[in-house]
Nanobody, 113 residues
Framework: VQLQAFGGGLVHPGGFRRLSCAAS????????MGWYRQAPGEQRELVAS???????NYPDSVKGRFTISRDNVKNTVYLQMNSLKPEDTAVYYC????????WGQGTQVTVSS
């Protein structure tokens, strides 16, 4: 499974951004798709996850601001990020679980005025 993430860039504080990640390759049944992020000097952390049959999970740091959605036909997962803060600055990675964990290449999101 290959994952290609898109949508990163520079955003002003309070702004919004939408990331997308498309899975390709030998796709049989991806159970969980999700987004993680890693800021410089920090560990990679979960931002949002979505199980195949719609349950989602968010840490408190993004709950109410970020929304994950997925299109199981297109094998694509999206992350809508609203009310962005400078502390949201990080490289964002998408992930997918199909027997094992697969990672995308990461896309930089910078929140700065």
């Amino acid at each position: 499974v290959q994952l290609q993430a898109f949508g990163g860039g520079l955003v002003h504080p309070g702004g919004f951004r939408r990331l997308s990640c498309a899975a390709s390759g030998t796709i049989l049944s991806i159970t969980i798709m999700g987004w993680y992020r890693q800021a410089p000097g920090e560990q990679r952390e979960l931002v949002a996850s979505s199980a195949r049959h719609s349950s989602t999970n968010y840490p408190d740091s993004v709950k109410g601001r970020f929304t994950i959605s997925r299109d199981n036909v297109k094998n694509t997962v999206y992350l809508q990020m609203n009310s962005l803060k400078p502390e949201d600055t990080a490289v964002y990675y998408c992930s997918a679980i199909q027997g094992m964990v697969y990672w995308g290449q990461g896309t930089q999101v910078t929140v700065s005025s």
